[in-house]
C-alpha cells in the first residue's frame, strides 16, 4: 500500500492499532516506514495521544491537493482561459477543494500545464506571422525592449506597474499574431506580467532584434547585442516616432521638477522628458533618432533627457505618449495624471522662477489648476 493512502486515512483521528489492522502492516513497520516520516520530517502529522495521531492544517491541504490534483489542474486551465486573475484563481480553487497554493506554486502550475497540450491548448494559438514591417509591429518590439522579454523558448513577456500598457500589449499582441490565450498574474509590488507561448513568434521576432536581454553578464560585465529594428532606424519618421512614443510610455517620463535655489531666494520650476535605457547600443540608437526627428537630446550613462521648453512642445506635438499611461505612484505631486496631462501642463510653463509661493505643494497644486 501507497505512503499517500495510508496518509489519507488520517483525515479523521485513528490509532496505529487501527491503521495497522487496516492496512495489515504490522505496527513498528507501518511507524518505521511511514509515521515516522509523515510526522518527522514531511509534518503533515499531529500526535493527539499515545500512538494517536491526525492530520494537521499542512497535511490536510496536502491531502486534499493531490486526492483532487487533475481535477484543479483543469479548474486552473479553465479560470485561467477566461482571463481571471491569479487571486481569483486562488480563491475559487480554495473554497471548492478546501487547498492553499502560493502565487508562485500557480504561475509554475500553469507554465508547466501550457507545455501540455491535452491539459492546455494556449500553444495551440491559431498564429498568422505578418509578411511586412508595420507600425503596430514597431510598436509591439517597443514595448519588448523597455519592459519585456522573449525567450529562446517561446516564452513572450512584458511587465508593467500600469494596467493601461498591459492592455495595449495585449491589444497589439492580439491584433497582429491572432493570440486569443494569455496569462497574467500581479506581483506583490504591483507590477502586472503579462505572456504568451509560442516559438514561431518569438523566432520572428528575432529576426528583427538580435536578443531582447539588455543585462549585462554577470561575469563578463558585457552587454548583450540588443538593437532597435533596422527597419525602424532606417524607416519613416512616423516609424521613429512611434516606436519612441511606445518605448518611452514604459521606460520613459514627463516629470515637473520644483526645487528652491537658495541663491536666488526663490522656488524653481524645471519640466523635463527622460527616457530611461541604460543599454548603451539602444540609448544611442534612440538619441540618434530623436536627432533626425530634429531633437537635441542630452545623454548619459542612465538614458536620454529633452530640457528646452521648445523640444517639450515639439515632443508633445510629434510623438506623446500612449493614451492613458499613468504617471508612476513613486512621484510624490502627479501620481494618477496620465503622462500626456503633465507633458501638456510642461509646456502651458512659461515662468520657470517662483517667489510668491512658500512651499513646493502649494506650487504644485497652483500648476494643476492649469491641467
Not at 489492522?21 to 511507524?31: D, F, N, Q, S, V
Not at 494517536?52 to 489542474?73: A, W
Not at 504591483?190 to 509560442?198: A, L, W
Not at 502627479?334 to 510642461?346: C, H, P, V
Amino acid at each position: 500500500m501507497g505512503g499517500f493512502r495510508i496518509l489519507k486515512m488520517f483525515k479523521n483521528p485513528h490509532s496505529m492499532r487501527d491503521v495497522s489492522y487496516l492496512t495489515k502492516i504490522p505496527c513498528r513497520k507501518l511507524y518505521d516506514n511511514y509515521i515516522r516520516d509523515f510526522y518527522y520530517r514531511t509534518k503533515y502529522l499531529q500526535r493527539l495521544s499515545t500512538a494517536t495521531y491526525s492530520l494537521n492544517k499542512k497535511g490536510m491541504n496536502f491531502v486534499n491537493l493531490y486526492s483532487n490534483i487533475e481535477d484543479i489542474d483543469k479548474k486552473i486551465v479553465k479560470l485561467s482561459n477566461k482571463g481571471l486573475t491569479n487571486n481569483e484563481i486562488l480563491s475559487s480553487i480554495r473554497k471548492k477543494y478546501n487547498v492553499t497554493i502560493s502565487n508562485s506554486t500557480l504561475y509554475t502550475k500553469i507554465s508547466t500545464l501550457r507545455k501540455n497540450d491535452k491539459k492546455i491548448d494556449r500553444r495551440k494559438n491559431i498564429i498568422k506571422l505578418p509578411e511586412g514591417f508595420d507600425l503596430d509591429l514597431s510598436n509591439l518590439i517597443a514595448f519588448l525592449l523597455s519592459d519585456g522579454f522573449v525567450s529562446d523558448k517561446g516564452q513572450i513577456d512584458f511587465y508593467n506597474k500600469d494596467i493601461n500598457l498591459v492592455k495595449e500589449f495585449k491589444k497589439i499582441s492580439s491584433k497582429i499574431f491572432g493570440i486569443k490565450h494569455f496569462h497574467s498574474r500581479k506581483k506583490k509590488d504591483g507590477t502586472y506580467e503579462i505572456s504568451f507561448h509560442s516559438i514561431d513568434i518569438a523566432n520572428y521576432l528575432k529576426g528583427f532584434v538580435k536578443t531582447f536581454n539588455r543585462e549585462p553578464d554577470r561575469k563578463t560585465k558585457i552587454l548583450p547585442d540588443s538593437n532597435v529594428p533596422k527597419e525602424v532606424i532606417g524607416g519613416s519618421d512616423e516609424l521613429k516616432r512611434e516606436f519612441i512614443k511606445y518605448y518611452s510610455s514604459c521606460d520613459g517620463c514627463i516629470s515637473i521638477s520644483i526645487s528652491y535655489k537658495k541663491n536666488k531666494k526663490c522656488f524653481e520650476i524645471y519640466p523635463f522628458i527622460s527616457i530611461a535605457c541604460e543599454h548603451s547600443k539602444l540609448r544611442n540608437q534612440i538619441r540618434l533618432m530623436l536627432e533626425s526627428l530634429g531633437f537635441n537630446p542630452y545623454e548619459d550613462s542612465r538614458g536620454i533627457k529633452l530640457a528646452k521648453r521648445k523640444e517639450i512642445l515639439k515632443y508633445k506635438n510629434e510623438i506623446g505618449f500612449c493614451k492613458k499611461c499613468r504617471i508612476s505612484k513613486k512621484s510624490i505631486y502627479w501620481n494618477g495624471y496620465t503622462k500626456n496631462e503633465i507633458l501638456n501642463l510642461a509646456t502651458k510653463i512659461i515662468k520657470y522662477n517662483l517667489r510668491n509661493f512658500k512651499t513646493k505643494e502649494s506650487i504644485a497644486d497652483y500648476l494643476k489648476s492649469f491641467i
